[in-house]
C-alpha cells in the first residue's frame, strides 16, 4: 500500500523532497495548479481603465485575458479569432476591441461586428468567430477567473472574516506596484509565506511591530490564514461587534489562496502578490497596493513592505541553493509554526500523484 507523500500528522511528517524545488518534471506536472482561480485586478483598477489586459495570467497559465468593463466587468480571450494576434496589449480606455493585424473588430462583449475582405468566405461569420467569455467572479472587489479545472475557493467563509474592511471601496495606488524576480522556486515563496515562524530571525523591524507569541494560523479547504497580533500601543483593526476576532489586537490578516495568491490586510489597505512561475529556480512576483488610509500607510505590520519583501527574497534565495545539495532531502515541520506550509505540501501532493 503505497503511503501518503506529505503525513497528515504534522508530528511525524517530513516536507516536501527536495526535487520539488528543482526537477524540470516535477515543475512542468505542478503547471496545472494555475488552472483554477486567479487573481485579475481590483474593481479601482477597472475605473480608472476600461481595458485591462492580464499580463501577469499569461505568465502564469498562458492565458490572454482582458478584463473590461461593458455594463458590467467581463472576462474575454484577448486573442483574435482570425490568426491570433494579441488584441489589447496595454490598459486603455477605448470602447472598442479592434485588432491591429487586420482590423477584426468586436463588440464588448466579444460577438464578432466586422471583418474587412471576408465578404467571400463561406459560413462565415460563425460562433468560432467571437471571443471565447471566461468565468468571472467579484470578490470584495476584486476580480478572479479561472480555466475551470481547480478547486472551489471558499469565498462566502472568507468574506465574513474579512468583509468588514470594505475592500471594495480601497484604491488603487500604482506607486506600490512591483515585479520582483526571485531566483527561486515559486513554491519556497509560497512554503516562506505561509508561517511566522521566521520572523524573529529574518524580520527584525516587522517582529518588532507583531507579538510574535500570539501568532496564529488557520488553515481551511484551499488557503491558510494567519494573524498577526500587535505589540501593545501598535496600530490594530477596528473589529466590529459580533466578529470571530473582537476583542483581539489585530495588526494583519495574511490570506493565502491555493496556490498562489497572498492577500495582506492591514489598518491602511491591502497588498496583493501573485507568484508566477518561472523556472525550477526562478520565479516573479507580483505586488499591488490598495489603500484604504494613506496616513495609516507608514506606521505598524504594513509599512515597511519594502525591507520585509527584500529580507524574504535573501533567505529563499540562499534555501534554493540549499535544495541542489546532495546531502538534503526532506525536513520536519514544527507542530506549532509550520500548519500552514504542511497544509500547503499535502495540498501540492495530492494535487501531484506521482512519486
Ligand atoms: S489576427 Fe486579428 S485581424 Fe488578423
Ligand atoms: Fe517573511
Not at 467579484?138 to 468574506?159: I, N
Not at 505561509?194 to 530571525?201: A, D, K, N, S
Not at 505598524?300 to 534555501?319: C, F, M, N, R, Y
Request: aromatic share 12%; with cysteine.
Amino acid at each position: 500500500m503505497s503511503r501518503e507523500l506529505i503525513d497528515a500528522d504534522i508530528r511525524t511528517a517530513r516536507t516536501l523532497p527536495s526535487r520539488y524545488y528543482t526537477d524540470p518534471s516535477v515543475f512542468e506536472g505542478l503547471k496545472s495548479v494555475f488552472n483554477g482561480w486567479q487573481f485579475l485586478a481590483h474593481n479601482d483598477e477597472l475605473s480608472i481603465n476600461a481595458m485591462l489586459p492580464i499580463e501577469h495570467l499569461q505568465a502564469i497559465n498562458g492565458e490572454s485575458v482582458v478584463l473590461l468593463s461593458d455594463e458590467a466587468p467581463r472576462v474575454l480571450s484577448n486573442v483574435c479569432t482570425h490568426r491570433g494576434m494579441r488584441l489589447v496589449l496595454e490598459p486603455c480606455t477605448k470602447k472598442t476591441l479592434q485588432c491591429r493585424y487586420h482590423g477584426r473588430n468586436f463588440s464588448l462583449n466579444g460577438t464578432l461586428r466586422h471583418m474587412p475582405e471576408f465578404e467571400q468566405s463561406i459560413g462565415f461569420p460563425s460562433s468560432a468567430d467571437n471571443l471565447r467569455e471566461f468565468p468571472l467572479k467579484q470578490w470584495m472587489g476584486m476580480h478572479f477567473t479561472t480555466l475551470g479545472k481547480g478547486m472551489e475557493l471558499p469565498w462566502d467563509m472568507l468574506e465574513k472574516r474579512l468583509g468588514f474592511l470594505s475592500p471594495e471601496s480601497f484604491t488603487y495606488d500604482a506607486e506600490r506596484d512591483r515585479d520582483h524576480t526571485v531566483e527561486a522556486n515559486w513554491l519556497l515563496y509560497v512554503d516562506n509565506y505561509l508561517e511566522g515562524f521566521h520572523i524573529p530571525y529574518v524580520h527584525p523591524e516587522l517582529n518588532q511591530a507583531l507579538d510574535y507569541s500570539g501568532y496564529i494560523t488557520e488553515t481551511f479547504d484551499g488557503g491558510v490564514l494567519q494573524i498577526g497580533k500587535a505589540t501593545k500601543g501598535d496600530i490594530t483593526f477596528d473589529l466590529p461587534q459580533g466578529h470571530p476576532d473582537e476583542g483581539q489586537e489585530i495588526a494583519a490578516y495574511y490570506l493565502w489562496l491555493f496556490p498562489n495568491m497572498m492577500f495582506n490586510f492591514y489598518p491602511w489597505g491591502l497588498s496583493v502578490n501573485v507568484v508566477m512561475p518561472v523556472s525550477t529556480k526562478r520565479c516573479r512576483i507580483l505586488y499591488r497596493g490598495y489603500v484604504k488610509d494613506a496616513e495609516l500607510a507608514g506606521q505598524g505590520a504594513g509599512s515597511e513592505l519594502d525591507t520585509v519583501e527584500h529580507q524574504d527574497q535573501w533567505v529563499i534565495e540562499e534555501v534554493q541553493k540549499g535544495m541542489a545539495s546532495s546531502a538534503y532531502d526532506r525536513g520536519r515541520y514544527s507542530p506549532t509554526k509550520e500548519q500552514g506550509v504542511h497544509h500547503f505540501h499535502r495540498m501540492l501532493s495530492q494535487f501531484n500523484q506521482a512519486p
